[in-house]
């Protein structure tokens, strides 16, 4: 290597070297030296350090003419702070590089020439000595090229980056951080440019961007190079993988998305040229993961080794905002930057914020859907913003409403009560701005909407991952609770849940685990389709259901494939997001009527009466009508449980009406590889039949455990239709018959060693019941999340009297 004083190689590059070459080159030089030599691909390059910022600004006398203009920004309006800026950028630019500085940068770009080939393309990047921290990322404010194929390239994208430090962006950037303009310098990172163009790219976390959990690996992709995420033109793809059991060995996709990835950004083949454009993404290739699942579980190995490097390097937790690329000439992945995340890492998680309507909105006010950021709700005016020029005439506490934003919107976002874009996914620019300012935003809700400017609306994103948009400004609360305030009952206290996209946002509540994830919710919002159709298509009668399945599945081998993955991945998400804490998974609980409204349903389902009683539950599982369903229900259960190693999943069997039936149950369960007890699988039963509670010790023999279903209980104890509106003031869980049956299945479960628990209702809707459980020494309770904190406290002050020996039990 030739002898340089302004060029420092990535190899002879670290952590230590920010001063000298600015966060982004330091990051760089601190992966290409550590973490290729673990397997991970990181693209060769050299920086041009801080001095050469400062000798060339030295050598053009530049300083002073800088210093003097900048002194004029604090009185100047956002018109005038972009003229300041423009006029800065040209002081810099028209500096010009030091004589030494381009015979260096011209030795260095022939040695790399040398390591890559004469075709190769540059990425050059510039980097600022106050880049890259834990508490400032400057994502985004300065500007770097791609595409570069020689010298006169790289020269002239080097001026380009010196100038950058002085964008308006950059500048406001600055002032809004309380960094000194003169106390930042500029260093640029030259790299082998990954031909993304040829195959994808994106970023990935090493936490869950909206909820902070930090337990995953969050990955985003689409095809071309990845200014189309950052910038939110793409709807990229998603997925998620559990860190943990990765770690063991279970090397599984945990849970993914089809994005749309519209759009292709490609470089021109010319070498001469720098030029970038996007193509339209054909609609076949869209409809493809840009990645391999193989890809997915290689970059989340990359990020996992990362972030355990730069944690043991700042000595404590550092999650990780990775970018990263796939060459398509090469076949190779590659880390392209790794920077300490800066948002979600930074919200205290033992506090929980809530945002509740008053009321529930109309269905009828809901105007349009998209990717929910944050979990806030907001309401303003809606203010279209096409390009930047419309920025100054954006008013405080409106609704920013565009097709996408750019980092040049950052001044006016600031002001903004919510943002809401047509496109873009979890990562792309508006929402990275969004969880860093605060505000709800609801990204990707597409073109075809009847969002109008100045229209008034409150925006949610408090209804778990999808953001809803509705008409007029709606009433809304807000409540704060110290989690590590909660007080932690003797009781098992868990909650009911059914939404994966919730899931790892409650995961934070002081629960011991899930104890009922309803399976069916996942099937009617996630699948769409019976089970049934999926297995048998070639039964289904009505035309519109067949053309209906092929669309679901038309990417999948078949539908088995498409069923199994969608319902495991939506069972592991719930599992995952609680790890190691137990989640209890009930089997499907549909009614025929219910089955019959999904795709298919109508060609399988039996027309009855009452469907309450009907063909629900166990009856259905060994039953020929819906023995291949249930297959398909175990496969699920089989591979979240043994491919995504969450053991903490357990099993329960809800509406078991005698004992025959659930052996037969338990044999089919086993015909399909889940058999109880192998590997630490337990199978809970719902106890919500009077027959279960008559024959408990019976049941207890079969079974691991009892869940009371008190609403299916107290209907079958009063012989009252819980959906009939004219009897229902005789449906009330507190009646002492009720009672006497719950206080039985209790002693019962007891009494044979085993746990029971309640997921019905009751306890999060009548205080006195709770307290009754609790004096009956119940093993657990399990309620819907927003009863949970509340009845704590009452659970919590019920074990109080007993322990003194007042139960209060009648």
């Known amino acids: 290597m030739a002898d340089y004083h302004y060029i420092r190689w990535f190899a002879e590059t670290g952590l230590s070297d920010i001063s000298a070459v600015g966060g982004k080159a330091a990051s760089l030089g601190e992966m290409y030296r550590t973490l290729t030599p673990k397997g991970i691909h990181v693209p060769n390059g050299f920086s041009i350090t801080a001095d050469a910022y400062r000798d060339m600004l030295d050598q053009a006398s530049a300083w002073q003419p800088l210093r003097k203009l900048l002194a004029s920004l604090a009185s100047a309006d956002s018109n005038q702070q972009a003229e300041i800026a423009a006029q800065a950028r040209a002081i810099v630019y028209e500096a010009g590089l030091p004589d030494e500085l381009v015979r260096e940068i011209a030795a260095a770009y022939v040695e790399l020439c040398e390591q890559y080939g004469p075709q190769l393309r540059l990425a050059v990047r510039s980097s600022a000595t106050a880049e890259d921290l834990p508490e400032a990322s400057f994502a985004g404010q300065h500007e770097s090229f791609l595409n570069i194929g020689n010298l006169d390239g790289l020269l002239e994208a080097c001026r380009r980056c010196f100038a950058s430090l002085f964008t308006a962006r950059a500048i406001s950037y600055r002032e809004r951080n309380g960094f000194d303009h003169f106390k930042v310098f500029l260093a640029i990172a030259v790299m082998k440019m990954v031909r993304a163009d040829h195959g994808s790219s994106g970023v990935m976390f090493t936490l869950d961007t909206d909820s902070g959990f930090r337990d995953v690996v969050f990955i985003t992709s689409a095809y071309g190079l990845g200014e189309n995420i950052v910038q939110g033109l793409v709807d990229p793809d998603e997925f998620y993988v559990h860190k943990p059991t990765f770690e063991r060995g279970h090397r599984c996709v945990l849970r993914r998305q089809l994005g749309a990835k519209q759009q292709t950004l490609v470089c021109d083949e010319d070498l001469n040229s720098q030029e970038l454009h996007n193509i339209e993404t054909p609609d076949a290739r869209r409809a493809h993961y840009s990645l391999t699942d193989t890809d997915v579980l290689i970059l989340a190995d990359y990020a996992i080794e990362t972030e355990k490097h730069y944690s043991a390097e700042r000595g404590a937790p550092c999650p990780m905002d990775l970018e990263w690329a796939k060459d398509g000439d090469d076949g190779q992945l590659y880390l392209l930057q790794a920077r300490p995340e800066t948002v979600a890492s930074q919200k205290p998680r033992n506090l929980l914020k809530r945002y509740r309507f008053s009321e529930k909105p109309e269905k009828s006010a809901l105007l349009s859907t998209g990717r929910a950021i944050g979990t806030g709700i907001a309401s303003g005016k809606l203010r279209r913003v096409s390009d930047a020029t419309q920025l100054s005439a954006f008013n405080e506490g409106e609704i920013l409403f565009a097709e996408s934003t750019s980092p040049d919107w950052g001044p006016a976002m600031r002001k903004a009560a919510a943002v809401v874009t047509e496109r873009g996914g979890r990562t792309c620019h508006a929402a990275i701005v969004a969880r860093e300012f605060g505000i709800p935003a609801v990204v ?237 699988l337990e199978v809970y039963v719902m106890c919500e039949i009077p027959n279960n509670v008559v024959q408990i010790d019976a049941f207890s023999q079969l079974f691991d455990g009892i869940s009371i279903g008190s609403n299916d209980l107290t209907q079958l104890v009063l012989g009252v239709d819980r959906d009939s509106d004219i009897v229902s003031f005789d449906f009330d869980e507190r009646d002492p018959g009720v009672m006497q049956m719950i206080r039985l299945a209790i002693e019962g479960a007891k009494r044979n060693g085993i746990p029971a628990g309640i997921c019905g209702e009751a306890p999060s809707n009548y205080p006195e019941v709770a307290e009754y459980l609790v004096s009956l020494g119940i093993t657990s309770i399990s309620l819907s999340p927003d009863a949970l904190l509340r009845t704590i406290e009452k659970v919590v002050a019920m074990e109080t009297k007993v322990a003194n020996g007042d139960s209060g039990t009648s």
């Open 444 to 680: 990707g809700i597409g073109s075809d909407h009847p969002l109008q400017d100045g229209e008034v609306v409150t925006l949610s994103c408090a209804e778990g991952d999808i953001g809803k948009i509705y008409r007029g400004e709606l009433p809304f609360d807000i409540t704060t609770t110290a989690l590590d305030q909660v007080p932690t009952p003797k009781t098992r206290m868990m909650i009911n849940l059914g939404s994966p996209e919730q899931a790892f946002r409650l995961s934070a509540l002081p629960c011991q685990g899930v104890g009922l994830a309803r399976m069916e919710f996942i099937v009617s919002e996630h699948i769409k389709a019976h089970p049934m159709a999926l297995a048998c298509p070639d039964k289904v009668t009505d035309e519109q259901d067949r053309n209906a399945l092929k669309a679901l599945t038309a990417y999948y081998e078949n539908g088995n494939e498409f069923f199994i993955q969608k319902l495991s991945e939506g069972i592991g998400t719930i599992a995952a997001a609680f790890y190691p804490r137990p989640v209890i998974v009930r089997t499907s609980d549909f009614k025929s009527n219910e089955y019959a409204r999904l795709i298919g349903g109508s060609s399988f389902e039996p027309h009855e009466e009452n469907p309450m009683l009907g063909f629900r539950g166990a009856a259905r599982y060994a039953h020929p009508a819906y023995a291949e369903g249930f297959a398909l229900e175990c496969a699920a259960l089989k591979r979240a449980r043994e491919e995504m190693g969450l053991d903490n999943i357990k099993v329960m069997i809800p509406f078991c009406r005698r004992i025959p039936e659930g052996e037969k149950v338990l044999a089919a369960m086993a015909e399909h590889g889940l058999t109880q007890g192998e590997a630490g």
